[in-house]
Structures are given as structure tokens and as C-alpha cells.
């Protein structure tokens, strides 16, 4: 929709009394003048002038209001420090970029952008925020998330190309849309604006990822891939994976962004806990979750740390999210000694894990509540750890049950944690 339908839509009432206003002036200064056919000329013209003039100012003001409303808090969630593309621009240079562009809403989970596609525009975003995935080597790179007042696809701007990263709405986005031709004429008008452009392109080049993921099966990885090794130490073993992640009432769409919002918690999750966070570790895609190996140099204690930051980030999508994306996810936890080979890695404790993972007393007490999030420890790991640091680890909350998984009896203790917001009944 175009920006001044836009402000239309939003000023209706306003705009509608302002207009009756100047007509009823118009009329009045008309009728003044019709003994001199130029003052009445005059008189059309002034009025012309104020209704142009007051329609312009209804556009600053609604921008400048949509930017405010997105809150204090907005760099925050763009993970940026410096202001943002929009607030850097002055009042002339923003009012100049709003004739050239057009309004869009894009809706959640929509891709916006997909890497290799032809890169012919480029947006501002003013309410919701983006993710940006990109591609290096065999390894899907999360990069940190866009929100109001930022720039998005500026490189397409000065060096007509592909898209080098896939853009995809976390939430609803509302955009300002410009032309790449459009926006490199309005930036070599303005040296400063080019300047800014420049600054931004080199920051986010050497801007550091968010976290990665394998996105290859261990045996696809590319020889000297930067990943560690073990040989029988004792390791702490996550796996998870996402309720449902089959559910008829989601689609491949969903899935896939699904898989890119669990790749974002995850990491964000991990950096906040420890130092290195993924880097750290050894990851291996199991399609609708992840194994996860930590190495003995951090702590199970540490690494359970994690559990609190995603369990947030969590509940923030849940509240923000469609019904289809809505997510729950099962948590194991283990340790145990952990051998690396040329396939990947293997060891008791992994089984372990993913058999505590699939115990049929987790999946009932999943399905009959309304949680988004099951921890699930072994009997080692709680009693060694969760039950020591009660207050921290939220060992009171746990609970113990027995299950036989395959040829195994097995102890574990499950906590559930979540609002009601799971949606897609779970895929046994």
C-alpha cells in the first residue's frame, strides 16, 4: 500500500475536518474575490499551499509516531549499540525518502528476502523485526536481528547483485520499500547519507554471527571443519527437539522457520551461559532438534545455566507467534564419557540421553498440559547437580519418574515449565 494511503487510513477523522476546514475558507476567499479574478487566484493558491503543506506534516508525524511507539527497548532487540539507519537521517533527508518509497506489511514468518534472488529493493523497517541467516561453507550462520529504524539490503544499493543472506519475519513487519535505483539516486544526493551507507556496509561485513549451526550430516562435513574431539571424556549430552515438529497443521514454511527461530534461542541461549557459547561444542542436526556435546572444560552446572535464558526466549516467541509456529521443546540432559569418530561421536551416555528424550512419561505430560518447555535430566545429573543447587537450578520443581525405553529401565526426573501456548498436538 502506498504511504500516503497509509496515512490516510491512520489520520482519517483529521484529515477529513482539515479539508472541510480549507474548503469552507476556499469558498469564503472565492466569493471575497470575485469582483478581481486575481485575488481570487491568489486565493486558491494560498490555500493550495496550506493543504499540501498540512498533508506533508500528517506524514512526519505518523513515521515519527510509529518509530516512537516501537519503545525504548528497540536497539536492544536489534542487538545493536548505535543508532539505527533512520535515526541517524535529518528531517529533510527522511522526508525526501518517504516520496520515493512505498508502504508493506509483511506478516510473521514471511521471507522477505532469500539469498541468491535478485536484490532490486531495499526496506526500512519501522514496527516488528527480522531475522538474517546466511550461508558460509556448510554452515548456516544466524546473524543478529533487525528491528526498527534499521536498513535492510543496502549492499544490493551500491553494488547491483544477488542477495547474500534470506531475511524472514519474526513477527509482523511494517516497511518502508525503495527501489535500489530510487535509493542509490537519493543517496548520491546527500554525501552524508552515502557516508552512513559505507559505515554501515563495513560493520555488518565484519560483524560477528550470532551463533551457527552443522546444517550437513556429520559424515558431509567439510575435512578440517573446525569442531572438537573426544576420546572417552565425560562430556555433558543435550538433546532436544520440538513437539509436534510433524504436525499436519504445519507446513514445510512453518517447519523451516521453525528450525531457524530454534537455531536463534538456542545460540543466544548458549552465548549468554558461557563464554564461546556453540563454538564450543559439537552439534549434529537431527532435522526437528539437535544433539548438542559440551566438552568436559565446562561445567554441567554451567551449561544447565542455558536453560533459564532459553526457557525466556521461549515464552517471548510463544506470546508473539501464529498459532503453526508456536513452539514446544523437549530438553534431556546426560553425562557421561563421549568418543568422536569419522561418522561423528558416540558413546552410552547418548543413548542414555535420547532414551530419557523419548520416555513415554514425558510425552503424557507434555501432551496434557500447556507446557512449552520439558527438562528432562538423568538420574546422575540430578542428583549430582540440580539437587545441590536448589534455588539456582530449580531442583524443587523437578520431578522423578521410571519409563522402559527399548530393552532399558530407566530413572529420570522431568521439570515442565510453559503458558498455553502450544497449539499442534505432537507427533508420537
Not at 516501537?70 to 539505527?84: I, K, L, Q, Y
Not at 520499500?177 to 554501515?200: S, Y
Not at 519418574?401 to 529401565?409: D, G, L, R, T
Request: glycine share 8%; with cysteine; charged share 20%.
Amino acid at each position: 500500500m502506498n504511504l500516503r494511503n497509509r496515512v490516510v487510513d491512520r489520520n482519517g477523522p483529521g484529515v477529513v475536518l482539515a479539508c472541510l476546514a480549507l474548503l469552507a475558507l476556499t469558498l469564503v476567499l472565492a466569493h471575497w474575490g470575485t469582483g478581481s479574478r486575481a485575488l481570487a487566484v491568489v486565493a486558491w493558491t494560498v490555500v493550495g499551499a496550506l493543504a499540501s503543506t498540512l498533508y506533508f506534516y500528517l506524514q512526519v508525524v505518523l513515521i515519527r509516531r510509529m518509530l516512537e511507539t516501537a519503545g525504548p527497548d528497540t536497539t536492544a532487540r536489534a542487538r545493536e549499540s548505535r543508532p539505527s539507519f533512520w535515526a541517524l537521517l535529518d528531517d529533510h533527508e527522511r522526508s525526501e525518502l518517504l516520496v520515493r518509497g512505498v508502504w508493506r506489511r509483511f506478516e510473521q514468518a514471511v521471507v522477505i528476502f532469500r539469498e541468491g534472488a535478485p536484490a532490486d529493493h531495499v526496506l526500512v523497517i519501522f514496527t516488528g523485526r527480522v531475522v538474517v541467516g546466511a550461508w558460509r561453507g556448510n554452515r548456516a550462520w544466524q546473524l543478529p536481528i533487525r528491528g526498527p529504524g534499521q536498513l535492510i539490503g543496502e549492499r544490493a544499493a551500491l553494488r547491483p547483485s544477488v542477495r547474500s543472506a534470506t531475511v524472514t519475519a519474526l513477527e509482523p513487519v511494517d516497511a518502508l520499500v525503495i527501489g535500489t535505483a530510487e535509493f542509490l539516486e537519493f543517496a548520491t544526493r546527500h554525501p552524508r547519507v552515502l557516508a552512513l551507507l559505507e559505515d554501515q556496509i563495513y560493520d555488518r561485513l565484519t560483524e560477528p554471527p550470532a551463533g551457527g549451526l552443522p546444517v550437513a550430516a556429520p559424515s558431509l562435513m567439510p575435512a578440517g571443519a573446525t569442531r572438537p574431539r573426544f576420546g572417552g571424556e565425560h562430556c555433558t549430552v543435550v538433546m532436544l527437539d520440538v513437539v509436534g515438529f510433524s504436525s499436519e497443521l504445519r507446513t514445510d514454511d512453518d517447519r523451516d522457520y521453525l528450525r531457524a527461530v530454534l537455531n536463534t534461542l538456542v545460540a543466544e541461549a548458549a552465548c549468554r551461559a558461557w563464554d564461546g557459547g556453540l563454538d564450543r561444542c559439537h552439534w549434529e542436526d537431527r532435522g526437528d532438534g539437535y544433539l548438542i556435546i559440551v566438552p568436559p572444560t565446562v561445567s554441567v552446572r554451567t551449561v544447565l545455566a542455558a536453560i533459564p535464558p532459553l526457557e525466556r526466549e521461549l515464552r517471548r516467541h510463544n506470546r508473539r507467534s501464529t498459532a503453526p509456529v508456536r513452539m514446544s521443546l523437549r530438553l534431556a540432559v546426560n553425562v557421561g564419557p563421549v568418543r568422536s569418530d569419522t561418522a561423528g561421536v558416540s558413546g552410552q551416555a547418548i543413548i542414555h540421553a535420547a532414551r530419557i528424550l523419548e520416555a513415554e512419561p514425558v510425552k503424557r505430560a507434555l501432551a496434557s498440559s500447556n507446557a512449552y518447555l520439558g527438562v528432562v535430566t538423568s538420574e546422575t545429573v540430578y542428583r549430582d547437580v540440580v539437587r545441590h543447587a536448589v534455588e539456582d537450578l530449580d531442583a524443587h520443581e523437578y520431578e522423578q519418574f521410571s519409563a522402559h525405553v527399548k530393552e532399558s529401565e530407566l530413572t529420570a526426573w522431568l521439570r515442565l515449565t510453559g503458558l498455553p501456548a502450544r497449539v499442534c498436538a505432537p507427533a508420537t
